[in-house]
């Protein structure tokens, strides 16, 4: 069964910094792009940020480049989310999803995280 | 543009046909996926690849995509359908993913 379990949420005043992860089971962790979804309170879905298979690529909203950094440690099926400089409007439930290629050449998210929320007070 | 524009509502009578539309210039070249979510639950893949559903979707969820629309049908739809559903599909301008904001179904 595939699983993603996001941790690392918590209260965090404005200007600090919080490390997410996502712990991945039940499948090839190694072999898929691996994104971050976030959703503040009452609000819709907006992609933050992916990872590539072996962690050679990354790619960022505009919102948070030069702010967060994604890594992954394929040896310990992990994917992370370094958040620095946060402000308040980064305070979201954020999701971790794997992804897969349609025949268009677009991502789809098949699986889901259950979310971890982050609260930042300004 | 990048934007996927969505209703923020819709309603419809309990087993009774209701789309939920989605635009945007990028659906003219990329196919949207469609996620359901409910209050504190996660998002689940619904639709895929303009009419693909994933193992466990019931078949009454359907898709289709015509010019810069995308639409999810639901045929004949359940109590359980009420959620809010987003569409998916990739910014033309910066290849990133991008999300609809969202169209909340009320099942009455």
């Known amino acids: 069964e595939v699983q993603l379990v996001e941790s690392g949420g918590g209260l965090v005043q404005a200007g600090g910094s919080l490390r997410l992860s996502c712990a991945a089971s039940g499948f090839a962790f190694n072999r898929y792009w691996t994104h971050w979804v976030r959703q503040s309170p009452g609000k819709g879905l907006v992609w933050v940020s992916r990872i590539n298979e072996d962690g050679s690529s990354t790619n960022y909203a505009d919102s948070v480049k030069g702010r967060f950094t994604v890594s992954r440690d394929n040896a310990k099926n992990t994917l992370y989310l370094q958040m620095d400089s946060l402000r308040a409007e980064d305070t979201a439930v954020y999701y971790c999803a794997r992804s897969k290629v349609g025949v268009t050449n677009t991502y789809y998210f098949d699986y889901w995280g259950q979310g971890t929320l982050v609260t930042v007070s300004s | 543009s990048s934007e996927l524009t969505q209703d923020p509502a819709v309603s419809v009578a309990l087993g009774q046909t209701v789309r939920v539309t989605c635009q945007g210039d990028s659906l003219r070249t990329y196919y949207a996926s469609w996620y359901q979510q409910k209050p504190g639950q996660a998002p689940i893949l619904v639709i895929y690849d303009k009419n693909n559903r994933p193992s466990g979707i019931p078949d009454r969820f359907s898709g289709s995509s015509s010019g810069n629309t995308a639409s999810l049908t639901i045929t004949g739809a359940q109590a359980e359908d009420e959620a809010d559903y987003y569409c998916?599909?990739?910014?033309?301008?910066?290849?990133?993913?991008?999300f609809g904001g969202g169209t909340k179904l009320t099942v009455l």
């Open positions: 998916n599909s990739r910014d033309i301008n910066s290849n990133h993913p991008v």
